[in-house]
T-cell receptor
C-alpha cells in the first residue's frame, strides 16, 4: 500500500482565497483524522471520521474550516476564506478501527500539506 | 486540546549515549503511544503500550508506563545520528481512535 496520500504537498495562497486540502487514507481503514501542526500550538486534532461520518469536529477552529468525506477513499479539508494565521502543516492520518489487535490503534500519517497564507 | 506533555522540550546528546524522554498526561487512558517525526515529514508510529502494561521493548526502544503517576518514558539506547527527530507521546481521550498528542521533545544526536 502507498500509505496515506495527501495533496498538495505545498500550498501558497493569498489571504481571502479558498484552500482545499486532500487526503486518501489507507485502503480498508475505517477512521480518518485531520491534524494541524504549528510551532506555537503543536499538533492539534481538527476533526475525525468513522466510516465517512464526522464523529468529533470540536477541534475545528472556526466556521471557515470545513471537512468532508464523500467516500471511504477520499477526504477534503477546506478553508474559506483563508487567513495568515491558518499557515501550518496539515496532516491526515488513518487507522484501521476496532478489530481487537494492537495495530488498530496505530495512526498512519500522511506526509502533510504545508500551507502558507500570505 | 493536548493531553500529553513531553519533557524535556529539547535534548542534545552524543552518538552512543542513551536518550530518555518523559511524557505526563492528565486523564485516564486505554493506551499510550510514542511517535517520531523527522523534520518536514509526517509522524511515524514507534510503539504502543496499554494501560495494563508497565514496560515494553522494541529494538533499541524501551517504554515504561506508570498509570498511578500518569507518566511514561521513552528510552532510546545507543543513540545514532539518525535518531535525530522530534518525539511525541499520544494518549487516547477515552476513545481508542481519538488520540491527543503532546508538544514533543526535540532530540538531537551529535555524531
Amino acid at each position: 500500500d502507498a500509505g496515506v496520500i495527501q495533496s498538495p504537498r505545498h500550498e501558497v495562497t493569498e489571504m481571502g482565497q479558498e484552500v482545499t486540502l486532500r487526503c486518501k487514507p489507507i485502503s480498508g481503514h475505517d477512521y480518518l483524522f485531520w491534524y494541524r501542526q504549528t510551532m506555537m500550538r503543536g499538533l492539534e486534532l481538527l476533526i475525525y471520521f468513522n466510516n465517512n461520518v464526522p464523529i468529533d469536529d470540536s477541534g475545528m477552529p472556526e466556521d471557515r474550516f470545513s471537512a468532508k468525506m464523500p467516500n471511504a477513499s477520499f477526504s477534503t479539508l477546506k478553508i474559506q476564506p483563508s487567513e495568515p494565521r491558518d499557515s501550518a502543516v496539515y496532516f491526515c492520518a488513518s487507522t484501521p478501527g476496532a478489530s481487537g489487535s494492537d495495530s488498530t490503534d496505530t495512526q498512519y500519517f500522511g506526509p502533510g500539506t504545508r500551507l502558507t497564507v500570505l | 486540546s493536548q493531553q500529553g506533555e513531553e519533557d524535556p522540550q529539547a535534548l542534545s546528546i552524543q552518538e552512543g549515549e542513551n536518550a530518555t524522554m518523559n511524557c505526563s498526561y492528565k486523564t485516564s487512558i486505554n493506551n499510550l503511544q510514542w511517535y517520531r517525526q523527522n523534520s518536514g515529514r509526517g509522524l511515524v508510529h514507534l510503539i504502543l503500550i496499554r494501560s495494563n502494561e508497565r514496560e515494553k521493548h522494541s529494538g533499541r526502544l524501551r517504554v515504561t508506563l506508570d498509570t498511578s503517576k500518569k507518566s511514561s518514558s521513552l528510552l532510546i539506547t545507543a543513540s545514532r545520528a539518525a535518531d535525530t527527530a522530534s518525539y511525541f507521546c499520544a494518549t487516547d481521550a477515552g476513545n481508542n481512535n481519538d488520540m491527543r498528542f503532546g508538544a514533543g521533545t526535540r532530540l538531537t544526536v551529535k555524531p
